[in-house]
């Protein structure tokens, strides 16, 4: 069984978790990524994407990613449809 160590100040009390930083995760998601980062099956993700219901993706060759700030900003705008999401930026 795996135990965690806390981290104790010299007076034996606990010191807060360190915040994580910023920018830390990758910036581009995948498809599975980026359904699990919005709580929606792959499948769903997929429907959203062909309906227009989704920021538009970047194809890199053949792969399809989306950038993991404009999901962020997506979400935090109400999660509007792409034809509006565009029209905003």
Partial sequence: MATMRRSLATDGSELPEP????????LLLTARQ?????????RTWRSWDAAGLIPRPVRVNR????RSHELADWI???????????ARR
């Fill in 63 to 66: 792969t399809v990613l989306w």
């Fill in 76 to 86: 935090a705008a109400g999660c509007p449809r792409r034809a509006e999401w565009e």
């Fill in 34 to 42: 980026a359904a699990s980062l919005c709580s929606r099956s792959l």
């Fill in 19 to 26: 915040a994580p930083e910023l920018g830390t995760g990758p």
